[in-house]
């Protein structure tokens, strides 16, 4: 039985860090592309940072150079660690794993039926963890 289980939200001020951890188990971990993903109050849910099978990264406009995604292939984690953040950082922040062979660029965009870069086979993530709420004061 897969599982995802996201720790480390929680509410801070803006500039400042938080670190998301997702333990996973139920599946080969090391074989499986993984991402963030984030879902705002009244918007649709999407890409934060994500990561292949081979450790290359993508990341969204909006948080390249603030946010860094990671693992520890002997822990079955993945880590998101989150700098200088903004009130529009605000979110619930979901773990994702797949394991079809998508690049990390893939994986951002899997959600998106509007981008190009998934292709359509690839559309949506086949596992979810439950989500840990993030909150950015002003």
């Known amino acids: 039985q897969v599982q995802l289980v996201e720790s480390g939200g929680g509410s801070v001020q803006a500039g400042g860090s938080l670190r998301l951890s997702c333990a996973a188990s139920g599946y080969t971990y090391s074989t499986a592309c993984m991402g963030w993903f984030r879902q705002a109050p009244g918007k649709e849910r999407e890409g934060v940072a994500a990561?292949?099978?081979?450790?290359?990264?993508s990341y969204a406009d909006s948080v390249k150079g603030r946010f860094t995604i990671s693992q520890d292939n002997a822990k079955n984690t993945l880590y998101l660690q989150m700098n200088s953040l903004k009130p529009e950082d605000t979110a619930m922040y979901y773990c994702?794993?797949?394991?079809?062979?998508?690049?990390?660029?893939?994986?951002?965009?899997?959600?998106?039926?509007?981008?190009?870069?998934?292709?359509?086979?690839?559309?949506?993530?086949?596992?979810w963890g439950k989500g840990t709420l993030v909150t950015i004061s002003s």
């Open positions: 990561i292949d099978s081979l450790g290359s990264t």
């Open positions: 994702a794993a797949d394991q079809r062979p998508m690049t990390a660029d893939q994986v951002l965009g899997a959600l998106d039926p509007r981008n190009a870069r998934t292709p359509v086979r690839y559309y949506g993530m086949d596992y």
